[in-house]
């Protein structure tokens, strides 16, 4: 689901799954609240034969090539495992499935100062599903995952170890399908889930204090010191919430009619859900400057400010969607295959303290057409055109629609002082009203057209294309304006300059060849252009209107044409290419396995932190701008090659053992992947670089 909307990230085993596929362009009228795709992961079932398999994955930062800031590896042994096992309850009538996991990503990095730290994630995930087949006519299936996990993360940017966080992840879902046949001709089906996802934030190491130290220099306190000149949080809690939670569950119910009627396939469908956003920051202290250095007063060249925040309260919102869907699938003649749908979409938002901040009702088409030009399936000729809303995730109801003390949106700033070596200079404090209307916004959307062919060269070779073009528009984003007196206030609203526009064509070609081999292989040429990210809802494209930018005297710094171009997800050439050969020897089985990417480098440009001033009132606002047109440079192309090998041989009965590796970056490739776009460097971690070539060991049975 979209950001801050009942999200669900889950770390559980691969052997756990079936497949997961990806829907990106067309998908039909019964998926919605989300502009980019739909993803569908199935976990395995029981059969009537007892299955499992165990695997054991080794690792070791040793096992790494030298990476490109050089750091040391330590010699540390990170066993992974996985097991699951499956098998009937009941012969043909009810079937279980359990897997276990025991995961780690294996990381390490440095900070700007030199630290070395361990990032690795390790998860504990449990995945329980049983099935059962009740009558002839039904089938039911219950599926429960626990997959609690623990990492240190670089959320924020930290700029030293006192800065570094440790987000504990706790994600659980539990879902119950009911398949239910009425006659020969209808499919009931019913669904029920129940998702959460707790993340802490708590800081990874506690600064000491210096009792002997002014309390507004970095010896002296424990509080975050966020560096304008190079985007780098120091001295405390990083991330922009800092300590505290979030609290994400989701509860949600559909049912769907599937008939057949003729040469129709009509499907009708209801959904709804209730999410809610549990949050607590506590901010406390936050120091503003120029190049930090913790041995200076105030600790930074050129002391800016500090803001003291109110102590913060647990804030609570929740949202609910209704969501309705009509399709029919339905032939024309030997040739075409049409599918019309419409679907409605409501969403509701009720702030912390109960009140309705935000209501809207959209209903939108779904249209794609197949034309088969030889009435055979050789040669497929596809359509599709929608719109898709995309649902107002509860982040921006935290920020903009909060009636409360949120952590952060009470606070007094002090400037700093000279002569006092302190920042004790008061400027303003800063409290919503709390009964100031609402700035109610609608929600944004994609409209999107799609054309493409898929030919059945042969029994075992396809070829697929599609041109796809689509455009957002309609984003609604906050700013920090100037009112008529020129005080400084909050600003939410849909710009109508605010857009995102995506030009690709894409290509697959799938072959299976004789003697247990395979070949897939995609290629998308595309252009992703505009001038606002979707990371998050504040965003500071035209903020401060009307102010003048400190140091230039432009009335345009945050509004200017240099800020559409080619945005950090736009990759103009995207590669792929997956073969895999099976060698068979007896009652002995060889699989070779290999992997290349290759992908265009992120555009960049100069986009640093700045100020502007309001004319009359003087009262500044600390914004950002581009110095140079979006997307003026780009880091290098990347290539990545991973290779696999797995050896098994049948033992005692069905038993295979086996053992293998996996080679990954096999050409150690160590391109630059990210920049610091405010001094046009690469920031000094390994985050920042491929990752170098890796060696990983597996073995493990199966029956």
């Known amino acids: ?58 690792q070791n930062p040793k096992w790494r090539a030298p990476d490109a800031l050089e750091l040391e590896r330590p010699d540390d042994q990170i066993n992974s495992y996985e097991t699951s096992i499956g098998g009937p309850l009941a012969r043909n009538r009810a079937w279980f499935f359990v897997s276990y996991g025991r995961i780690s990503d294996n990381r390490i990095d440095r900070l700007s100062d030199g630290s070395i730290v361990n990032l690795s994630r390790q998860a504990d995930p449990l995945v329980a599903k049983v099935n059962f087949q009740p009558t002839d006519n039904q089938q039911i299936a219950i599926t429960a995952i626990d997959a609690p996990s623990d990492a240190i993360g670089l959320s924020g940017n930290p700029g030293d170890k006192y800065a570094i966080m440790n987000f504990p992840l706790n994600g659980r879902v539990q879902t119950m399908n009911w398949s239910l046949g009425l006659g020969a001709s209808n499919f009931l089906e019913f669904k029920v889930a129940n998702r959460e996802e707790f993340v802490g934030r708590n800081a990874a190491e506690q600064h000491p204090i210096d009792p002997n130290a002014s309390p507004d220099d970095p010896l002296g306190n424990n509080f975050r010191y966020r560096d304008l000149a190079t985007g780098l949080r120091h001295n405390g809690p990083a991330v922009r919430l800092a300590e505290g939670f979030n609290d994400f569950p989701r509860d949600q119910a559909s049912v769907s009619l599937t008939s057949f009627r003729g040469r129709h396939e009509w499907k009708f469908g209801v959904d709804a859900q209730a999410i809610e956003f549990g949050n607590l920051t506590s901010i406390i202290t936050e120091f503003r400057g120029r190049n930090f250095d913790p041995n200076l007063p105030g600790g930074y060249v050129t002391p800016v400010n500090k803001r003291v925040f109110d102590p913060s309260n647990v804030i609570t919102q929740s949202s609910d969607f209704l969501a309705g869907f009509a ?53 497929l000729l596809r359509g599709t055109l929608g719109r898709y809303y995309h649902a107002i995730g509860m982040g921006i109801v935290l920020q903009e629609f909060t009636r409360q003390n949120n952590g952060e949106n009470i606070y007094e700033q002090f400037g700093w002082n000279r002569a006092t070596q302190r920042y004790d200079r008061f400027q303003r404090r800063v409290e919503p009203t709390f009964d100031q209307a609402i700035q109610d916004v609608d929600p944004y959307y994609k409209d999107e057209i799609s054309f493409g062919a898929d030919f059945q060269v042969s029994e075992k070779w396809v070829v697929k294309s599609r041109l796809v073009a689509s455009e957002a528009d309609n984003i609604f984003h906050a700013t920090l304006q100037y009112d008529d007196a020129g005080r400084v206030v909050r600003d939410l609203r849909n710009w109508s300059d605010a857009r995102r526009e995506y030009r690709g064509l894409q290509i697959e070609a799938n072959r299976l060849f004789r003697d247990n081999w395979t070949l897939r292989t995609n290629y998308t040429l595309s252009s992703t252009k505009g001038n606002i990210n979707s990371l998050n809802d504040n965003f500071n494209l035209n903020e401060g209107l009307g102010g003048i930018e400190v140091g230039t005297g432009l009335t345009n710094a945050t509004s ?15 590669a792929n290419v997956i073969g895999m050969k099976r060698f068979v020897f007896g009652r002995h089985d060889l699989v070779l396995g290999g992997f290349l990417h290759y992908a265009s480098g992120a555009p960049w ?59 990954a970056n096999a050409t150690d490739s160590q391109e630059p992947i990210a920049i610091n776009t405010q001094t046009g460097r690469p920031t000094p971690r390994v985050a920042s670089y491929q990752r170098p070539r890796e060696f990983r060991l597996k073995a493990g049975f199966s029956f």
Do not use: C
């Not at 171009?565 to 050439?573: A, N, Q, V």
């Not at 780009?634 to 086996?658: C, E, F, H, I």
């Open 1 to 58: 689901m979209h950001r801050r909307g009942g999200e669900m990230r889950l770390l559980i085993p691969s052997t756990a799954l079936t497949e997961t596929k990806l829907e990106s362009t067309g998908f039909g009228a019964e998926y919605g609240r989300a502009t980019s795709g739909i993803i569908n992961s199935t976990v395995k079932t029981g059969t009537n034969e007892f299955h499992g398999e165990a695997l054991y994955i080794g």
């Open 560 to 574: 200017s044409p240099y800020w559409f171009g080619r945005l950090l997800e736009d990759r103009e050439h995207l």
């Open 327 to 379: 399709q029919d699938r339905f032939e024309v003649g030997d040739n075409w295959v049409w599918t019309l749908g419409i679907r409605g979409d409501q969403q509701t938002i009720d702030n912390d303290i109960g009140e309705r901040v935000n209501e809207y009702t959209e209903w939108v088409p779904r249209v794609s057409g197949v034309y088969d030009v030889k009435a055979d399936g050789s040669i």
């Open 605 to 663: 440009a100069s986009h640093v932190s700045t100020q502007v001033r309001h004319p009359v009132s003087n009262q500044p606002i600390t914004t950002s701008t581009f110095r140079e047109p979006a997307g003026s440079h780009r880091l290098p192309d990347t290539l990545t090659v991973d290779l696999s090998l797995m050896y098994s041989v049948a033992m005692a009965g069905n038993v295979r053992a086996k053992i293998g590796f996996d080679l």
